[in-house]
């Protein structure tokens, strides 16, 4: 875990960005996408600080599947349970904000 005072969702977590938030509790913090790619968009992260999903895994794989199962949540309040979940990591395959993120996207048909 590399704490960054430059991290855009550490900014977010602390309150000191504001965010439209979906759900929080002691762990995790999720929010909507400000550039929404389908009808519901929500970023969930946790609240600790990790670069990316493998980082995540190899230090604390409880915390990625609570993601998993709050993304769940998601899909079951907002539509019918079914939902794309999305983790993009490294530069090459799109990643922009350095602390690991689930996009869920939900609450309509999604395209293939
Ligand atoms: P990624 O490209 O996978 O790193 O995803 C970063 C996501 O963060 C993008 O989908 C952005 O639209 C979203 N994003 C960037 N800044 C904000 C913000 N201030 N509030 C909410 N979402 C944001
Ligand atoms: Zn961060």
Redesign the pocket.
Known sequence: MSESSDC?FCK?IAGE?P?SKVYEDESTYA?????P?AKVHV?IVPKKHYANAAELAAADPAELAHIVSIAQQIANESFHGAYRLVF?TGLDA????FHV?A?VLTGEKLDE
């Open positions: 855009l977010i960005i965010s929010f909507k996408d400000i550039n790619k970023l993009n799109g990643q922009t904000v993120h996009h």
